[in-house]
């Protein structure tokens, strides 16, 4: 089996043919050492990837990478986590996962915060999961209700979509579920699914249908559909984006309320975590009084994907959103709330890692990779020690002082990527000898496990 076929396996839809690719490719490779960038927001197939990437896919591109630290994050759903936990134990590899989603913010009702053009919504996250959810235990069934929610959005949206289109209608099971392994697929899954339909009509056909609804000229059709990506932003936007064909506006029903996602990632003893797009809304305007707000609901920490609050073409935009990416990190780390940073790459064309070494995020990048150790330190912290960084004990051991509490949960992402063996030794010993022992490495500042 050749390497190029090994890389190509770790996408496969079966678990078992990836983490057999992954044995094989880590035999045949000389991994390159560990170095200071992280990419703590990447998106598998299990919602959308750009590249159709697997958990597993995630954490070898990371490793080969050389990041010192990754994360996993899907929408909607927690089916990576110990996929992406156990390849970065195998890789040597600092591993956290993460879950993101859409949520009602009721303070906010009226106004635009992250969701452009979607006044209430927000984006929000919960970071650092431990370990999967019991089976049907009542955090599981919350899980479950998220992804239901997400099937009847999908749903609805198919419908309307063949009711205005219905020479490309759909079968939401037979065409849209298969492309996700979890059969929870995403808006991106639904316009890669009418792309595919519309080339099965045949180009004269197809160039004509796109026409209409796109209102391009053949010539430019044509040039689209040689670039799937553009092609599929351009579908994308045109049918269910804000003023599109298929488009409608959101209602709290379709979502979970902010304290209630908030309160089930506590349940889960995970983080809960604000997202922010770019400081241009009227929500995010003043990024003190949100996150207090969101504080007060028990959100602890923040993410930003700074490749677009920087890398913009015109120099005017840029350099006024690296203002609002200044006044937005310096407010979260007066709040001692943990940054979390990537890239997503569930779009193509974006970078696989943030340069933090480059001129702009080299302000940050201090904060940003203790963002990302801290939730390494809660991922091990709450797994193997039952000590999670939400917790209220958790809180008192450190006098409700979250800067100590910090530099603590930073220490133990910090220790060197945790191993099989480090793994199977601290879940033998059970949470109370565990805690104990990962408090001895970070005194010692590396794995001291008998």
């Known amino acids: 089996m050749t390497h190029y076929d090994c890389i190509e396996r770790l996408n496969a839809f079966d678990p078992a043919v990836r983490s057999e690719a992954l ?7 000389e991994l390159p050492p560990t170095g200071s960038h992280v990419n703590m927001h990447l998106h598998s197939f299990f919602s959308f990837n750009a590249a159709d990437a697997s958990p597993t896919r995630l954490a070898w591109d990371a490793r080969r990478h050389g990041l010192y630290a990754a994360g996993l994050c899907d929408f909607d759903v927690l089916d990576g986590l110990e996929e992406f936990l156990n390849a970065g134990r ?12 859409r949520a009602y913010f009721e303070e906010y009702a009226g106004t635009e915060i992250n969701s452009p053009g979607e006044p209430g919504i927000t984006y929000i996250m919960g970071a650092g999961f431990g370990k999967a959810l019991a089976a049907n235990s009542p955090v599981d069934r919350t899980l479950q209700t998220l992804r239901d929610r997400a099937s009847r959005r999908n749903l609805d949206l198919v419908e309307r979509i063949n009711q205005r289109i219905p020479a490309l209608s759909l079968d939401y099971n037979n065409d849209v579920a298969p492309l996700s392994p979890g059969d929870c697929p995403t808006e991106r899954h639904i316009i890669r699914a009418y792309c595919r339909k519309a080339a099965a009509m045949g180009s004269t056909a ?11 000229s053949t010539t430019e059709i044509q040039a689209l559909q040689k670039n799937q990506p553009a092609m599929e ?3 994308r936007s045109k049918l269910i984006k804000r003023g599109g064909l298929a488009y409608e506006t959101p209602t709290p029903a379709m979502f979970p309320t902010v304290d209630e996602f908030a309160q089930w990632v506590l349940e ?20 003190a009084i ?23 073409a015109d120099k005017t935009e840029s350099r006024r959103k690296i203002g609002h990416l200044h006044k937005f990190v310096a407010t979260a780390e007066t709040m001692n709330m943990p940054i979390y940073i990537g890239t997503e790459m569930n779009k193509d064309g974006q970078p696989f890692y943030d340069d933090l070494h480059g001129p702009v995020l080299k302000d940050f990048a201090d904060g940003f990779l203790t963002g990302a150790r801290i939730m390494i330190g809660q991922s091990i912290l709450s797994r193997y020690a039952d000590y999670a960084y939400c917790d209220p004990h958790v809180a008192a051991d450190f006098n409700n002082d979250r800067s100590q509490q910090n530099t ?14 480090h793994s199977a030794h601290l879940t033998a010993a059970g949470p109370v000898n565990a805690l104990d022992r990962i408090q001895t490495s970070v005194r010692q500042k590396t794995w001291s496990l008998p």
């Open 23 to 29: 044995d094989e490719i880590i035999a045949q490779t």
């Open 206 to 216: 197809a160039n004509r249908l796109w026409g209409e609804i796109l209102q391009n």
């Open 290 to 312: 949100m996150l207090e707000c969101l504080r007060e609901k028990g959100v602890a920490a923040v993410n930003i994907v700074p490749d677009r609050n920087w890398n913009i």
């Open 233 to 235: 932003d351009a579908v």
């Open 268 to 287: 889960c003893r995970a983080v809960p975590m604000a997202t922010w797009l770019d400081g241009e809304s009227e929500g995010e305007r003043d990024p």
């Open 90 to 101: 195998r890789l040597g590899l600092r591993s956290a996962v993460s879950l993101e989603t």
């Open 408 to 421: 603590f949960f930073a220490a133990v992402g910090a220790l060197p990527p945790l191993t099989a063996a």
